[in-house]
Every structure is written in structure tokens, then in C-alpha cells.
């Protein structure tokens, strides 16, 4: 097995803690080792990361973004609206509309701030079954009875009919095959396949039920909610983390879309983990710190590339897989694919903990990135539309840089939802005109 | 019509940034950011000249060729300032460095300057073609009464050869902001060790300046000769980015020639077989892409052989 020259590499280049990043870069490299070698190598982890985060936005964004281009019925509003935003009454005041908007936000941001605390105090005192409970709820719902309104407007709009039987066949074996995916144990790619899709699905019914101006103040106000939340002391979601890390258990994100409010949620830590760094060939040798030894005798030692997405659906998928406290849960398959540790082991020190996990990001991010972006396409101005796509992603490189320095859990949306927010509004009122009327007299600029 | 035209368009005027994509920067994370974050400086260039535009056309009357000119100006500084980003850093050689796939290659920094390059075309290019080729898929054709009044483009100009225009805009300026930056980062590199290395950037503005102005004579329907002239600055400026990577006259020309052999004679598959066989043989093969000149000529082709296709 390659283990033994990779160890012998690790401990050759600095034989500290971060070692294992030599592996992974080209291996025909001998120069000595400046300082900032370990810096640099970690950024270049972190890059593949970033890409390995791109990758399922992107594809989220593409689906709602192909859905709302196509099909009608999500781009227009028929007068039905959550139960959330209360103020939907048509007027042409910019005041009033302004204000409404506010307003529905702020009762939205109501509801989340009640759901979150409402998670914070199932998960202080240990209710592991109500919490868990909620998100089986809550998926199956977005598994079936929202796929079914979709599947539905879809074959609307492209005019076919197939039968009733067989809709109702391949309806109830993809949301059955979700549910065992999301809940249980699956493929890899098909969980990630059911996330990217829930979320896609999830932004789409906000995108169709928000009122017009009401999603911009909701985005806004969700950003803000999420820094307060993560960033100051007393905020619930660091306070969330900070219990899941005392308790070395996975943090959950996914408890977060739940019954339809979703939460937003970066999580995060340790881009850069040292020790077990992106390939688990290499982990072999830290694993002895954080775990016990005989598990080493069985390294099945798998490709990095599937294992480094794992780290995110991981996160997702955590939650339900360790309240159960099963052995066999999706968390400890994805697990054992990076180092080989006995499922449902506890870990020995948070520390270790943190740095197994990469980068995460929460379903909510997904979401609220799609809402964005599927709203921005709504106009009809691709310009907006490939604007805001890319100032989302830089945001996202931007928070994950941030993440590299501090450490620590990070919101997600911020950074992206406003540098997304500028460029939309910018490009809807000043770019376009510019490059309409430069593309009007056939410029080529 | 709508969808396949409008596809066929994507396809063929994305078709040089995606090979260059697959080529240089898709295996490489690092790379791939850079190339996010190129696309993402030119928006903000666009941004702030566009904020001029608006700025001014309040205040004066007709301000639109100067707004454009300012607009170019904008871009070329975007790209100083991208360089400015500390990226001459990543490619000094005989360190490790952050980007190994980059920095490694022959051409480092101009490999970086491709990179970057490619974002800001690819996105420029998107900006100019996306709503165009929105309005092609339909409903209606162009040249319709109706798209006639809204304005949005006016075809009465190119008539039914407006998607090709659209697409061969599309690779221009793609291919047209790699060399570009090319030049200017090459400026900027040198800029403090030798007076005369503003040439390059010069070569650049002006270039820039030229096609862009060259441009508006297509609203007067000189198409076809707009473009030739167009394609004869473009294979001018990859030759001199060829001179500036430190190639030569005589060796541009045979890279052009040896990649439109290698096209004709289906070299991609017969390399694929033989590297097959190779593996087979022998499974301990480094992997390394495109280590030396090798990338420059390759560079140089797979521009000047696409245009060949489009053109056919």
C-alpha cells in the first residue's frame, strides 16, 4: 500500500503536524521548506475545497435557475403566499411596499429566530428523537408532496402525460429511496444528488411564494441574522456548535430546514485540518492521536476525491445519523471512508473532531444562494443573472479564505448574499443600460 | 429553430475557452478560482464604468464614446489591479508555492496571465451574448416587426447572419482578453526593471481601442471586412504574446501549422491510444501537463486553428 511511502514523506517534510499536506501536492518537489510552506499548502487544500463547494451550488443554482426559465408556474405569483409574509397588499407607493416588505421579512426572521431557539433548547436537553422526528418530517414533506407539485408543473409545461400509475410508481420509489438516502445509509452521490435537490426545491416554492420586493429584505435580513447568530457570543448558533463540540458529537446542521423555515448556516471549521489532511492514505498516521489503534489494521483506504464531497453531505447528514446513535448510519460510513475509525467510536478530542470535517456548508446557504439567483433570473436579463452567479461565488471563496484565518465557524451567507445583493442591483439598474446601449451600436467592448 | 441555434451558438462561441478551460485549468482548484476571480474583477470593472457612464450622462449630453473609451481604459486598469493582487508571487519559481500545477510550467506567469485572461473573456463574452442569444431561442425569429421596435438588438443590419456575428463576437473578445492580459501582466512584470516594457500594455490599450471602435462600423452593415480585420489584429496580438513568451516569428507559424496537421490528422486520438499503450506498459508515469513550450505553441493553435472552424 502506497501508506508507507506517504507516512515516510509526511515525516519527512516537516515531521509537525502538517505534514501530510507534502503528499498532497505534486510529489516531484524537494526544495526545503520555506515558512510559509504550510501556509501556502494549506490555501491549496482549502482551494480544492472551494471547488468541491462550487460544484454542488453551481448545480443547485443551475436547477433552479433552468426551472424558473422554463416553467412558469414557479415564476409567477397567483396572490398565494406563506404564512409568514402577512403583508401582501398590491401597491404602487415605493413607501409602502418598502415597509410591507420590511415587515415580512422581519416576521420571516421572527419565525426563524423562534425556530432555531426552539432547536437550541431540543438539542440542550437532549431530545435527540423530537429533533430528529422534525427533520424526517420535514424532508418527507419536500420529499413528496413538493417533488409531486414540481414532477407535476413540470410535465405541464412540456406537455406530457404519462399515467397516473407510473407517476405514482416513480414518485413514491424516488421519495422512498430519498428518505433511506437522507435518513439512513445510501450512495454518496445519491445523497448529495437529494440535498442539492431539496434545497433546489425549497428555494424554489420561496422564490414562487415570497411577494416581489419581499425577498431582497428577506435575504438581507437573513444574512445579518446569520452573522449575528454565528459571530457574537451569546448567538445561538455558535452556541449550537460550541455544545455539539463539547459533546463530540457532529454539529447538525441539517436540523436546520425544518418545517419549512430554513436556517442558515455556515458551519464550518477547519478548512485546513492539519492532521488528516485531504488524503486519507496520509491519515493514517494522525489517526493514532484521536482515536484508538487497532482500527488502523483495517485502512480501506479509499480515493480522496469521493471522500472530500462526503465531508459536506457528512455534515448534512449527521444529525440524524448520530441521535439515533445506530452504528451503522450514513455519518459513520462516510466516516470510515476517511479514516479509518470504528463507527460510532466517540472521538477523543473535539480538536480531532473539528479538523475530520473540511468545509460545510449548510442546506440553508444553498437555498438562500438559489433564491438569489433564481430571482435575479427571473427579469429576464441574463447579465443579472451571470453578475450575481459570480459575485456569489466569489463570496463564498471570500468567507472560505476568512475561514483559513480564524478558524472558526463562519457565516456563509453574508459576504455572498450582499456582494450577490450589490451586483444584482447594480446590473439591473446601471450595467445593463450601459452594455444595452453599447451593444445596441454593435460595440465590441 | 430556437433552442438548437441558440445552442449551436453557445457551443461555438464558447468553444475556445472551453478547450483552453480543459486544457490549462480544469485540473488545477487553484487555477479554477483565479479564473472565477478574473471574471469577477471585470464585472467590477464594468461596474465602475458603467458608473461613470451613468455619472456623466448626467451631467453632459452625449457622453457615450468617451464613457466607452473610459470603459476600456477601466478594464485595462482592472487588470493592473489584478496584478497588483500580489499574483506574481505564485509564480516565482524554485519556491512551493501556493498553485504548483502553475507554477511549475515553463511559462508561469503567463500561464496565470491565461488564466485570468480566459475569466475576464468568458465573462465579457457572456455579457455581450447572453441576451442575444436568449431572444434567438424564441419565441419568433429575428427580424421580426416586434423585436424590430423593441430594440433590444437591431437586426436589421445583420439580417439572418446575426447569430454568426453574435458568435464570432463571442470568440473575439474571449480570445481577444487572454492576449491582453498577457500583455499588460507582461508590462507590469517588467515595468520596474526596464523603461521600455510598456510596449506590450501599449500594444494592448491600443489594440483594444481599435477593435472596439473598428466595431461600430458594423452598425453600418461592413461586417465581413470589420471581422477580417478584426481576426488579422487577433492573430497579430497572439503572435506577439507568442514573442513576449519568448517565442519567435518562425516558430508561431510552425505551431500553427504542426496543430491545424494535428487537427487534420486527428492527433487527440491517436495520443489518447498512445498514452493508453503507454499506460499499460508502465503505470509509474508522472503526470505532467504541458511542461514546457509545449504549452505555448498549444496555445497558439488551438486559437488560430478555431477560427478555421468557425469561419468553415
Known amino acids: ?445 | 429553430m430556437g433552442y438548437p441555434l441558440t445552442i449551436a451558438c453557445y457551443i461555438a462561441s464558447f468553444s475556445p475557452a472551453i478547450a483552453l478551460f480543459y486544457s490549462f485549468i480544469a485540473h488545477d482548484p487553484v487555477q479554477i478560482i483565479l479564473f472565477f476571480l478574473g471574471s469577477f474583477f471585470w464585472l467590477v470593472s464594468i461596474l465602475f464604468s458603467s458608473l461613470i457612464w451613468f455619472g456623466l450622462s448626467s451631467i453632459l449630453p452625449d457622453t457615450f464614446l468617451i464613457s466607452l473609451a473610459i470603459c476600456i481604459f477601466v478594464q485595462e486598469f482592472s487588470r493592473v489591479a489584478y496584478f497588483m493582487l500580489g499574483l506574481n508571487k505564485i509564480t516565482r519559481q524554485g519556491q512551493i508555492s501556493v498553485a504548483p500545477g502553475v507554477s511549475d510550467l515553463h511559462n508561469a506567469r503567463h500561464m496565470l496571465a491565461l488564466v485570468c485572461g480566459l475569466g475576464m473573456g468568458v465573462i465579457s463574452a457572456l455579457f455581450y451574448t447572453m441576451n442575444a442569444f436568449a431572444i434567438f431561442s424564441g419565441p419568433g425569429t429575428i427580424g421580426l416587426p416586434d423585436a424590430l421596435e423593441t430594440g433590444v438588438i437591431d437586426p436589421n443590419r445583420a439580417g439572418k447572419y446575426l447569430p454568426l456575428y453574435y458568435t464570432l463576437s463571442a470568440f473575439l473578445l474571449t480570445v481577444f482578453h487572454v492576449t491582453w492580459t498577457i500583455m499588460v501582466w507582461d508590462t507590469c512584470h517588467k515595468i520596474k526593471r526596464s523603461p521600455s516594457a510598456f510596449i506590450p500594455a501599449a500594444a494592448a490599450l491600443v489594440s483594444h481601442l481599435f477593435v472596439t471602435f473598428l466595431s461600430s462600423l458594423n452598425s453600418r452593415g461592413f461586417h465581413v471586412i470589420v471581422f477580417s480585420i478584426q481576426f488579422l489584429v487577433l492573430l497579430i496580438c497572439i503572435a506577439y504574446c507568442n514573442v513576449i513568451m519568448g517565442g519567435t516569428i518562425g516558430s508561431f507559424v510552425n505551431g500553427i501549422s504542426q496543430s491545424i496537421i494535428d487537427a487534420i490528422t486527428l492527433k487527440q486520438i491517436r495520443v489518447l491510444i498512445d498514452e493508453r499503450k503507454m499506460r499499460n506498459q508502465r503505470h509509474a508515469v508522472p503526470d505532467e501537463p504541458m511542461t514546457e513550450r509545449g504549452g505555448v505553441n498549444e496555445t497558439g493553435g488551438s486559437n488560430s486553428s478555431a477560427p478555421d472552424t468557425i469561419d468553415a
Open chain 1, 1 to 445: 500500500m502506497p501508506s508507507g511511502t506517504t507516512e515516510q514523506d509526511g515525516g519527512g517534510v516537516s515531521g509537525e503536524t502538517h505534514t501530510t499536506y507534502g503528499t498532497n501536492l505534486i510529489s516531484n518537489r524537494n526544495e526545503p521548506e520555506g515558512e510559509n510552506q504550510v501556509e501556502e499548502a494549506e490555501l491549496k487544500y482549502g482551494a480544492s475545497h472551494v471547488i468541491h463547494l462550487f460544484v454542488p451550488v453551481s448545480m443547485c443554482m443551475a436547477m433552479v435557475v433552468f426551472t424558473m426559465n422554463t416553467i412558469t408556474f414557479y415564476s409567477q405569483n397567483n396572490g398565494r403566499h406563506l404564512l409568514y409574509t402577512p403583508f401582501v397588499k398590491e401597491t404602487d407607493s415605493i413607501v409602502e411596499k418598502g415597509l410591507m416588505s420590511l415587515g415580512n421579512a422581519l416576521v420571516m426572521l421572527f419565525v426563524v429566530v423562534m425556530m432555531t431557539i426552539l432547536l437550541i433548547v431540543f438539542y440542550k436537553y437532549k431530545f435527540y428523537k423530537l429533533i430528529h422526528g422534525w427533520l424526517i418530517i420535514s424532508s418527507f414533506l419536500l420529499l413528496f408532496l413538493f417533488t409531486t407539485i414540481y414532477v407535476q408543473e413540470v410535465l405541464k409545461s412540456f406537455d406530457i402525460s404519462p399515467s397516473a400509475v407510473l407517476v405514482i410508481f416513480g414518485l413514491g420509489n424516488y421519495g422512498v429511496l430519498g428518505m433511506m438516502c437522507i435518513h439512513w445509509k445510501g450512495p454518496l452521490r445519491l445523497q448529495q444528488f437529494y440535498l442539492i435537490t431539496m434545497s433546489a426545491l425549497m428555494a424554489l416554492v420561496f422564490i414562487k411564494y415570497l411577494p416581489e420586493w419581499t425577498v431582497w429584505f428577506v435575504l438581507f435580513v437573513i444574512s445579518v441574522w446569520d452573522l449575528v447568530a454565528v459571530l457574537t457570543p451569546k448567538g445561538p448558533l455558535r452556541y449550537l456548535v460550541e455544545t455539539a463540540q463539547e459533546r463530540n458529537e457532529p454539529i447538525f446542521p441539517a436540523l436546520i430546514y425544518s418545517s419549512g423555515v430554513i436556517y442558515p448556516y455556515v458551519i464550518v471549521t477547519a478548512v485546513e485540518n492539519p492532521k488528516n489532511g485531504s488524503i486519507s492514505v496520509a491519515s493514517a498516521e494522525p489517526t493514532n492521536l484521536s482515536s484508538t489503534q487497532p482500527t488502523e489494521a483495517q485502512p480501506s483506504v479509499k480515493r480522496p476525491k469521493v471522500k472530500r464531497i462526503a465531508q459536506k453531505v457528512q455534515v448534512e447528514t449527521a444529525p440524524s445519523a448520530n441521535n439515533v446513535n445506530e452504528g451503522e448510519t450514513s455519518t459513520a460510513r462516510v466516516e470510515r471512508e476517511r479514516v479509518p475509525i470504528v463507527p460510532g467510536q466517540a472521538y477523543a478530542r473535539h480538536e480531532e473532531y473539528q479538523e475530520e470535517k473540511g468545509v460545510k456548508l449548510g442546506l440553508g446557504d444553498f437555498i438562500f444562494y438559489s433564491v438569489l439567483l433564481g430571482k435575479a433570473s427571473s427579469y429576464f436579463d441574463w447579465n443579472t443573472t451571470i453578475a450575481c452567479y459570480v459575485a456569489i461565488l466569489i463570496g463564498l471563496c471570500f468567507t472560505l479564505v476568512l475561514l483559513a484565518v480564524f478558524k472558526r465557524a463562519l457565516p456563509a451567507l453574508p459576504i455572498s448574499i450582499f456582494s450577490g445583493l450589490i451586483f444584482y442591483f447594480c446590473t439591473r439598474w446601471i450595467i445593463t443600460p450601459f452594455v444595452t446601449r453599447v451593444s445596441q451600436s454593435c460595440f465590441l467592448y
